[in-house]
Nanobody, 122 residues
Framework: QVQLVESGGGLVLTGGSLRLSCAAS????????MGWFRQAPGKERELVAT???????YYVDSVKGRFTISRDNAKNTVYLQMNSLKVEDTGVYYC????????????????WGQGTQVTVSS
């Protein structure tokens, strides 16, 4: 059974940091592109960052220079290091995976986690 489990969310003050983790099981992790999406209350889910199977990262403009996506294929885990957090970063963060990188980029991945809540307070 393919499964993604996110962790690391929480409540943090503006300017603080959090590191999200997403542990994958039931798939050949190294062959999958991975991504992080988020959904704020009352808004649609949006792309945050992606990482290819080869380790190349992509970020949306709103998080460039503040967030870093990385992967550890030995641990079947993808991370999202979030620094200089802003109130507008608040939302449920979802991890996703697909063999097709474009599917991840477009939010049409085959596998999704259950999400972890990130709340940034001023």
């Amino acid at each position: 059974q393919v499964q993604l489990v996110e962790s690391g969310g929480g409540l943090v003050l503006t300017g603080g940091s959090l590191r999200l983790s997403c542990a994958a099981s039931g798939l050949t992790f190294g062959t999958y592109a991975m991504g992080w999406f988020r959904q704020a209350p009352g808004k649609e889910r949006e792309l945050v960052a992606t990482i290819s199977s080869g380790g190349s990262g992509y970020y949306v403009d709103s998080v460039k220079g503040r967030f870093t996506i990385s992967r550890d294929n030995a641990k079947n885990t993808v991370y999202l290091q979030m620094n200089s957090l802003k109130v507008e970063d608040t939302g449920v963060y979802y991890c996703t995976a697909d063999r097709n990188y474009v599917a991840v980029l477009r939010g049409r991945s085959e596998v999704w986690g259950q999400g972890t809540q990130v709340t940034v307070s001023s």
